[in-house]
């Protein structure tokens, strides 16, 4: 998920995921914070309250070892009937007479007679995301596998350091209050020899125990972004157990050599900008060459870092420092649903022409490294260091001083191809914001960590289904391909149009994952080669509603305006659809490009109704009146229209923004239907909705 600031999907990513027809509600996957940040979560005043005997129901479990603790769940897994727990486990697998820690799970049992065929293990990586809260408040399990919940019992398990399991709460890292390296060091100095005891092979070691307690033999293993990284370590210790594997967008061990998984991060942002441009109607007319675009974008950051005021997706506005590393910060994230993947090609034209208020604002909408991040409960700053940190192989000496470290981390530097991290430079590729090698220089492991793999491991000959999207930058195909070369009963899938974890992104990819789970087959994958939603970028921000590409006569209506009132019409669109994707990232309450406000509201069915106040995309256009986004992603919006670059009037504008199309069908990109009046004239016109 990470949502996260490098590795972390997560990533929730990670990288906003819009689950499309699974899911209505948005989720940010973002490197930099986690996705759900602001959304539901679990709080401290839910932890479960301990109960002396079993549950109501537990007799299901006749194997259960009595060594677990049975607690009442938290609200929202009661109402989906879980049975939740905790089970002491070692804090250090090497002293198992020594000090213990509670790991905290849930259990949900199948719903048809007899015994279950197997329990399915979710783990969405992080580190540091709590895989309850994850599973019940923010992408509900049931929405990606309601339909195996028949015949296989669920386990959700919150790793040690997350969640409800002895979590490791920094405040400073986590409310961003210290510069980072002192954050760092206090929190590693704050778990004292417990700062080795998080690495994700301890992990597979409690999940272990976990099964074993609750008397399961076969599970499948389902892993996203860096819970790629528990499954492979489970996996390469507890084979025997392993009925079945799902990889959504794994990471591996090739990722924890130094500056592999970075070099392959950004290579990928050029990709998907390529994709998302190219895919688009209102991008690609403008940018027939994104390649050559994108890298005239990066060299002109790198001789000129850009420097301003820019208002976030909420509304606030902040100073940007956008130089090469920030530029590459942003690429990698997949803000909202490729918000800033679908706009850099326009904002870089915009910039060469002098206007830099489009990158400087695409700045603004990424999460910095040092932030609050909310409910330790639900993410944890903390963990996600005390994990990533010890199972990465890191450029220096863990003994070493920390000038000594920077000094053989720069060393490791000075020794890296040119193109480590082409299109980008060397210099932006290891900057602390995207360089988990850097991040990690102020952490300590005073004791050997358990590492995600042993010496010589075997990987199991099971069913493996895995699957990447092509437009994923966090954890993208270069890295995907290697972890699925490594299990050899596997099979690799690239998902059309898909971010970080592809099942949150595609209904196809959720039922291939589903359908694998039932038959251990992976079945047709063609609905994968096609997109089922073609995201909205960017061809060109014009700075006057004359530099705007004019909409097309609709030849289904009677339209009198000419092609400077059509141009309007575009300008019009755009900023209609510049609020909604702002609302998407955001509060849902912000700022237009040039000037104005808009505010948003939902009714009880999810509709969301977002009210243009004098908005304005480009100087001379100004927008007001009411957008509403239906959950079947219907849009209607009446706004009135004036300013010195119209001869004014009030449009109707109706159509679909981000719908997903039937995934076993090829869609081509509709159009907004716009009619009204300007300047007393009929206006019958098309613009493309992607």
């Given at each position: 998920?990470?949502i996260?600031?490098?590795?972390?999907?997560?990533?929730?990513?990670?990288?906003?995921?819009?689950?499309c027809?699974?899911?209505?509600?948005?989720?940010?996957a973002?490197?930099?914070?986690?996705?759900?940040k602001?959304?539901?979560?679990?709080?401290?005043?839910?932890e479960?309250?301990?109960?002396?005997?079993?549950?109501?129901?537990?007799?299901?479990?006749?194997?259960?070892?009595?060594?677990?603790?049975?607690?009442?769940?938290?609200?929202?897994?009661?109402?989906?009937?879980?049975?939740?727990?905790?089970?002491?486990?070692?804090?250090?697998?090497n002293?198992?007479?020594?000090?213990?820690?509670?790991?905290?799970?849930?259990?949900?049992?199948?719903?048809n007679?007899?015994?279950?065929?197997?329990?399915?293990?979710?783990?969405?990586?992080?580190?540091?995301?709590s895989?309850?809260?994850?599973?019940?408040?923010?992408?509900?399990?049931?929405s990606?596998?309601?339909?195996?919940?028949?015949?296989?019992?669920?386990?959700?398990?919150d790793?040690?350091?997350?969640?409800?399991?002895a979590?490791?709460?920094?405040?400073?890292?986590q409310q961003?209050?210290?510069?980072f390296?002192?954050?760092?060091?206090?929190?590693?100095?704050q778990?004292?020899?417990?700062?080795?005891?998080?690495?994700?092979?301890d992990?597979?070691m409690?999940?272990?125990a976990?099964?074993?307690a609750?008397?399961?033999?076969k599970?499948?293993?389902?892993?996203?972004s860096?819970?790629?990284?528990?499954?492979?370590?489970?996996?390469?210790?507890?084979?025997?157990?392993?009925?079945?594997?799902?990889?959504?967008?794994?990471?591996?061990?090739?990722?924890?050599?130094?500056?592999l998984?970075?070099?392959?991060?950004?290579?990928?942002?050029?990709?998907?900008?390529r994709?998302?441009?190219s895919?688009?109607?209102?991008?690609?007319?403008?940018?027939?060459?994104?390649?050559?675009?994108?890298?005239?974008l990066?060299?002109?950051?790198?001789?000129?870092?850009q420097r301003?005021?820019?208002?976030?997706?909420?509304?606030?506005?902040?100073?940007?420092?956008?130089d090469?590393?920030?530029?590459?910060?942003?690429?990698?994230?997949?803000?909202?649903n490729?918000?800033?993947?679908?706009?850099?090609?326009?904002?870089?034209?915009?910039?060469?022409?002098?206007?830099?208020?489009?990158?400087?604002?695409?700045?603004?909408?990424v999460?910095?490294?040092?932030?609050?991040?909310?409910?330790?409960?639900?993410?944890?700053?903390?963990?996600?260091?005390?994990?990533?940190?010890?199972?990465?192989?890191?450029?220096?000496?863990?003994?070493?001083?920390?000038?000594?470290?920077?000094?053989?981390?720069?060393?490791?530097?000075?020794?890296?191809?040119?193109?480590?991290?082409?299109p980008?430079?060397?210099?932006?590729?290891?900057n602390?914001?995207v360089?988990?090698?850097?991040?990690?220089?102020?952490?300590?492991?005073?004791?050997?960590?358990?590492?995600?793999?042993?010496q010589?491991?075997?990987?199991?000959?099971?069913?493996?289904?895995?699957l990447?999207?092509?437009?994923?930058t966090?954890?993208?195909?270069?890295?995907?391909?290697?972890?699925?070369?490594?299990?050899?009963?596997?099979?690799f899938?690239?998902?059309?149009?898909?971010?970080?974890?592809?099942?949150?992104?595609?209904?196809?990819?959720?039922?291939?994952?589903?359908?694998?789970?039932?038959?251990?087959?992976?079945?047709?994958?063609?609905c994968?080669?096609?997109?089922?939603?073609?995201?909205p970028?960017?061809?060109?921000?014009?700075?006057?509603?004359?530099?705007?590409?004019?909409?097309?006569?609709?030849?289904?209506?009677?339209?009198?305006?000419?092609?400077?009132?059509?141009?309007?019409?575009?300008?019009?669109?755009?900023?209609?659809?510049?609020?909604?994707?702002?609302?998407?990232?955001?509060?849902g309450?912000?700022?237009?490009?040039?000037?104005?406000?808009?505010?948003?509201?939902?009714?009880?069915?999810?509709?969301?109704?977002?009210?243009l106040?004098?908005?304005?995309?480009?100087?001379?256009?100004?927008?007001?009146?009411?957008?509403?986004?239906?959950?079947?992603?219907s849009?209607?919006a009446?706004?009135t229209?004036?300013?010195?670059?119209?001869s004014?009037g009030?449009l109707?504008?109706g159509?679909?923004?981000?719908?997903?199309?039937?995934f076993?069908?090829?869609?081509p990109v509709g159009?907004?239907?716009?009619?009204?009046?300007?300047?007393g004239?009929?206006?019958?016109?098309?613009?493309?909705?992607?």
């Amino acid at each position: 998920m990470a949502i996260f600031h490098h590795r972390i999907a997560t990533h929730i990513s990670v990288a906003v995921l819009l689950l499309c027809t699974v899911l209505t509600l948005p989720v940010q996957a973002q490197r930099g914070s986690p996705p759900f940040k602001t959304a539901l979560g679990r709080h401290s005043s839910q932890e479960p309250t301990f109960l002396a005997a079993h549950p109501q129901g537990s007799t299901a479990l006749p194997a259960a070892s009595p060594h677990i603790v049975w607690v009442l769940c938290p609200q929202q897994a009661q109402a989906l009937g879980a049975m939740c727990g905790h089970l002491p486990v070692p804090l250090d697998y090497n002293d198992r007479q020594g000090q213990t820690i509670d790991i905290y799970f849930e259990l949900y049992l199948h719903t048809n007679q007899g015994s279950a065929e197997s329990v399915v293990l979710l783990n969405t990586g992080g580190p540091g995301v709590s895989t309850t809260s994850f599973f019940v408040s923010i992408v509900p399990f049931l929405s990606l596998f309601g339909p195996n919940l028949g015949a296989h019992d669920f386990l959700l398990i919150d790793d040690r350091g997350r969640g409800l399991s002895a979590l490791i709460n920094c405040p400073e890292l986590q409310q961003g209050t210290q510069p980072f390296r002192v954050a760092e060091s206090h929190c590693a100095a704050q778990l004292g020899t417990r700062a080795s005891r998080y690495g994700t092979g301890d992990i597979a070691m409690d999940t272990d125990a976990v099964r074993e307690a609750l008397g399961y033999d076969k599970v499948d293993y389902w892993g996203a972004s860096y819970g790629g990284e528990d499954v492979t370590a489970y996996a390469t210790r507890f084979s025997e157990h392993l009925r079945s594997i799902i990889l959504d967008a794994p990471e591996g061990t090739p990722a924890l050599e130094p500056f592999l998984l970075d070099g392959n991060e950004a290579r990928s942002t050029a990709r998907a900008v390529r994709l998302v441009c190219s895919r688009s109607p209102s991008c690609s007319v403008d940018h027939p060459n994104p390649d050559s675009d994108f890298a005239q974008l990066i060299e002109a950051i790198r001789n000129a870092p850009q420097r301003g005021p820019a208002h976030d997706a909420s509304g606030n506005l902040v100073t940007v420092m956008l130089d090469e590393a920030a530029l590459l910060y942003v690429a990698i994230n997949e803000t909202g649903n490729f918000v800033s993947t679908g706009e850099l090609l326009a904002a870089s034209e915009s910039l060469a022409h002098g206007d830099s208020a489009p990158l400087l604002r695409l700045g603004a909408e990424v999460t910095p490294l040092v932030t609050n991040y909310g409910d330790p409960t639900v993410y944890s700053q903390g963990d996600y260091f005390a994990t990533v940190c010890v199972d990465s192989n890191e450029p220096w000496d863990w003994f070493g001083s920390i000038p000594q470290r920077k000094m053989q981390l720069a060393n490791a530097v000075s020794q890296l191809p040119v193109d480590q991290f082409s299109p980008f430079s060397i210099v932006a590729g290891t900057n602390l914001t995207v360089s988990v090698e850097k991040q990690c220089l102020w952490w300590q492991k005073p004791t050997p960590s358990s590492p995600v793999t042993l010496q010589n491991p075997l990987y199991p000959n099971v069913p493996t289904l895995v699957l990447d999207g092509d437009l994923d930058t966090i954890v993208p195909m270069e890295e995907v391909q290697q972890v699925f070369s490594l299990f050899p009963g596997s099979t690799f899938v690239p998902v059309a149009e898909a971010g970080h974890v592809a099942a949150y992104w595609t209904q196809c990819a959720a039922n291939l994952e589903s359908h694998f789970l039932e038959t251990l087959q992976v079945g047709d994958t063609s609905c994968t080669k096609t997109p089922e939603t073609v995201w909205p970028a960017v061809g060109r921000f014009p700075f006057v509603a004359a530099d705007a590409r004019p909409a097309q006569v609709d030849p289904a209506g009677v339209n009198q305006v000419g092609i400077d009132q059509l141009k309007v019409v575009s300008v019009t669109v755009a900023t209609i659809t510049d609020a909604l994707k702002r609302s998407t990232i955001g509060t849902g309450n912000g700022v237009g490009l040039r000037a104005g406000t808009f505010q948003t509201s939902f009714d009880t069915n999810g509709n969301q109704t977002t009210v243009l106040t004098d908005c304005a995309f480009t100087t001379d256009i100004t927008v007001n009146g009411t957008v509403v986004w239906g959950t079947n992603r219907s849009i209607v919006a009446d706004v009135t229209v004036s300013g010195p670059g119209t001869s004014g009037g009030s449009l109707h504008v109706g159509g679909a923004f981000e719908l997903a199309c039937p995934f076993e069908l090829a869609c081509p990109v509709g159009n907004f239907n716009v009619s009204g009046h300007l300047g007393g004239l009929r206006v019958a016109a098309l613009v493309p909705e992607a």
